[in-house]
């Protein structure tokens, strides 16, 4: 079954200053954030297959968009993370269901690679509920420049049988990053640790 959106909304943030120092080149992130039905709201369900098969098609859509917001090919992206938001008569298993079992492999196919865990986060709230997609580096788990995280939220949305559904992809790490770890430069990309 393919998600009823509602609407799609497209983030970016691109830091130039932090601390009175230029951050050069900018540091870029985006987002890309599609509001659908959910079609459990208000009842529990056991099979949560429809939710999965709407967790693959969202994570191409809003990979892709997110990619295209900061005009890069995919592969050019560095970290990467994954959130939801589900209104008042949803259940945090709603967003797990599309989250996690096949939304990070056609997420990955627009990036070209992936070979680390996808942050993810879930919450529960009402319409223009703030929260968070946790971000890190896409390919090795270790690089702490890559810690990191993108606050979003939709005035309108969650409604009680809604889930807001979000991606976040950057081009660089942290701002003027300088707490060690493993820098890009030695990142391996096999383990999806280092």
Known sequence: MKAKIRKIVTLVEETLTEMGRQVSPPAR???????????????????LTELMDIGEELGHLLTERAV????????????????????????LEHAAA?????????????????????????????????????LGHKDAAFVRSH??????????????????????VTDSGRPLPRVGGLKVAEIKGEDGLR
């Not at 987002?31 to 659908?36: C, K, S, Y």
């Open 68 to 91: 295209q917001a900061l005009g890069i090919e995919g592969p050019q992206a560095q970290s990467y993370g994954k959130a939801a938001a589900v209104g008042e008569n949803g259940e």
């Open 147 to 168: 810690f990191d995280g993108m606050e979003v939220r939709v005035a309108d949305a969650p409604r009680a049988d809604e889930i807001v559904v979000a991606v976040a």
């Open 98 to 134: 599309i989250l996690h079992p096949k939304f990070g492999a056609p997420a990955r196919k627009v990036l070209g690679k992936g070979a680390a865990l996808i942050p993810s986060s879930k919450k529960r709230g009402g319409p223009g509920v703030p929260f968070d997609i946790p």
């Open 29 to 47: 992130r985006a987002a890309a954030l599609a509001v659908i039905e959910n079609p459990f709201a208000g009842r529990y369900v056991e099979d």
